[in-house]
């Protein structure tokens, strides 16, 4: 590796922050600014400052790990191989492919998560592979489909959210989960536009708000129908663009009209006046956006709840505009690129679907393989992790750390231990992983090349800066080495770009095209935005990418945006008297998701310690606990205890819980895994408890 300053992206996020690698003498690197990257034109989240942290050994893997007599010993590559080979194939000449599972994360780059579902229906033979991206952003996905014949995260570049007349931020924390993107909001208010941030809590970014409003968990779509309502009432809908460009109105505004502002008022705890004035922000400007993230999406109505903010959209004509839209924040540092190429349940690489019987002769073309041979849809990520030890006896996984982060995470973890075989590739010893009977090492963002796609759809090129240590191997050589030993010698490459030029192949002629992106072009253009189709037999690809989404025709059959008929529903479980408080879960800035990698970083731990309980003053008061006292929290599913932290910000029926952490503290102890119908999204942001001091009770 030569010395000098490589860009690429953080490892994080779905933000994918550009910055400069140098490799520095002790064998890690010294990141710098990378002012050329328009997302974060150089702004850093302390996460992402800190990154390099988990490159040192102190920290991290070193040497595979194999269970022997009951603990995890460091064990030679080809040891640790043998042994995964051998337990998935004896499980599957035992008890058929179907139980073989895989589990696979958003964390991936594109070339890997292709791989992942390639190595699954092609060496496996089985149908068993969901991941990680099904708890994060599959309602939003669905609802986009459904509305727009496509999901893609945001359907315009970041940079057009300061030109637009008001955005509506439903259920996300971006100064906390996305710090650098707040810089777009900030703009948009200095340049004379509105924000209105949904959201139970009174968080940092509800503070950068010119309206705040803060709805009972679970009541987001109630809220959405309100404001519909108010939409149609006060005479402000697009007509015209409802007439040319939607189908399905007459439906949709039959249901709003059946929401009342008052009786939404009683569901949500939102004012009448509050949600006038909503209405007034969003349809005077001319143009305008919705934006949702977790937290009404994260239901067990996550789907049509995200339906009815887009109904909102649809009704005032403010989609596949120019500057207008709806759009879901992704999350994680391949969100949405990890959701495209085949990890998921139900589908192939360029977002096909694994029942579509063309789609099954394409990719089945590209892989070299009988159509036939590749299995149908599996089941949804806690779908899988529930059926661990049951129908399903040996996993592989890969970039997910669901002990500490899948919802009523004590049963998962009793499932996970139940099974006859785990294999688990990471670059630390996650909590998973510690339950493994064979543990891998595998390289980190620095230190391998692959792409990314960011919440914009912006496909962006990770570059490799440093020479990863002596023994560690990235997950592509694991799957080839894998795929040898179980029988696949062809079709399993470690070179990303290699793969990444098959994956342009599966990828053509399907929504997400990534035909005509190359790595050339994206470090020459900065990203390039999909779908992007080859241009037939051109030598060199050129169609420009799309940036902007929907402008001329919607992505369904008939070229219109599709209204959803929607109506309130209760969440899964709400308060009676045994469990009488709500709890909702999230994240804080200084931790990443189940902590696995922010965990091990100094200056991260000293700025979030531990976990904790957000409460309102007058519940705590109810309690007699104060601040830092020891609570338990107590659901159906089981028990945490976590100091209190005492705020106004928070409503005086909910109570708060980060789920970056294991043990007593894990918020995951708690969650409900009651599923949306449509996304099978379990309902993180919504469940019932009663909360206790440790001696006493409410
Ligand atoms: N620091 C940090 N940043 C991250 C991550 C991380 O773990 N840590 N993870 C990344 C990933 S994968 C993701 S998915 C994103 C998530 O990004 P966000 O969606 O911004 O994160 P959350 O904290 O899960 O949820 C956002 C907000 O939803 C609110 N909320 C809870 N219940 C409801 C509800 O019923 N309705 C509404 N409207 N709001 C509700 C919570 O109070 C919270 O403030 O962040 C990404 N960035
Ligand atoms: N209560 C509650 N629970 C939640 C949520 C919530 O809001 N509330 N949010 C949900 C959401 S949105 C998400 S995205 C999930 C995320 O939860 P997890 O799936 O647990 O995500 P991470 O903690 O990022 O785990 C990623 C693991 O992969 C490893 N890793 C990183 N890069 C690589 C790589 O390239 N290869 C391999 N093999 N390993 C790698 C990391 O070290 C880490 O151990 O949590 C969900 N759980
Ligand atoms: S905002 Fe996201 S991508 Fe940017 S530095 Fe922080 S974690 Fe990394
Ligand atoms: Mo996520």
Known sequence: MQNTATPTHCPYCALQCGMNLTPASDGTVELSERADFPVNRGALCGKGRTAPAV?????????????????????????????????????????????????????????????????????????????????????????????????????????????????????????????????????????????????????????????????????????????????????????????????????????????????????????????????????????????????????????????????????????????????????QGNGQGGREHGQKADQLPGYRKLTDPEARRHVAEVWGVDPDSLPGPGRSAYELLDALGTDIRALLLMASNPVVSAPRAAHVEERIKSLDFLAVCDVVLSETAALADVVLPVTQWAEETGTTTNLEGRVLLRRQAITPPDGIRSDLVVMHELAGRLGVEKGFPTDPEEVFEELRRASAGGPADYSGITYRRIVEENGVFWPCPADGDAPEPVHPGTPRLFHDRFATEDGRAHFVPVAHRASAEEPDEEYPVLLTTGRVVSQYQSGAQTRRVDELNAAAPGPFVELHPRLAARLGAAEGDPLAVVSRRGRAVAPARITTAIRPDTVFMPFHWPGEGRANTLTNPALDPTSRMPEFKVCAVRVETVEGQL
């Not at 603990?71 to 337990?87: F, H, K, M």
């Not at 499980?91 to 958003?106: I, K, L, S, Y």
């Not at 699954?120 to 996905?141: E, H, K, P, W």
């Not at 519909?228 to 939607?246: N, Q, S």
């Open 55 to 331: 490159l040192s050994s102190r920290v991290r893997l070193t040497s595979p790990l194999v269970r022997s007599e009951g603990t995890l010993v460091p064990a030679s590559w080809e040891e640790a191989l043998d042994r995964i080979a051998e337990g998935l194939s004896r499980t599957r000449a035992e008890h058929g492919p179907d139980a073989v599972g895989v589990f696979g994360g958003g964390g991936l780059t594109n070339e890997k998560a292709y791989t992942l579902g390639k190595f699954a229906r092609v060496v496996l033979g089985t149908s068993q592979i969901d991941y990680n991206g099904r708890f994060c952003m599959s309602s939003a996905a669905a609802a986009g489909i459904k509305a727009f014949g496509l999901d893609r995260g945001l359907p315009f570049p970041l940079e057009d959210i300061p030109k637009t007349g008001c955005v509506i931020l439903v259920g996300s924390n971006l100064a906390e989960t996305m710090p650098p993107s707040l810089r777009f909001f900030h703009e948009l208010r200095e340049n004379g536009g509105t924000l209105i941030v949904v959201d139970p809590r009174r968080t940092k970014t509800a503070e950068q708000a010119d309206l705040h409003l803060a709805p009972r968990p679970g009541t987001d779509l109630a809220l959405a129908l309100g404001l519909l309502h108010l939409v149609v009432a006060e005479g402000r809908t697009d007509e015209e663009y409802i007439r040319e460009r939607t189908t399905g109105w007459e439906e949709a505004r039959a249901e709003a009209l059946a929401h009342w502002p008052e009786y939404v008022e009683r569901i949500t705890g939102v004012s009448v006046p509050e949600l006038r004035e909503a209405v007034r922000m969003f349809c005077e400007p001319e143009s305008a956006m919705v934006l949702t993230a977790r937290g009404p999406e994260q239901q067990s109505k996550g789907t049509d709840t995200v339906g009815a903010w887009i109904n909102l959209c649809l009704a005032t004509g403010r989609a596949g505009r120019p500057l207008s839209g709806y759009g879901c924040l992704t999350g």
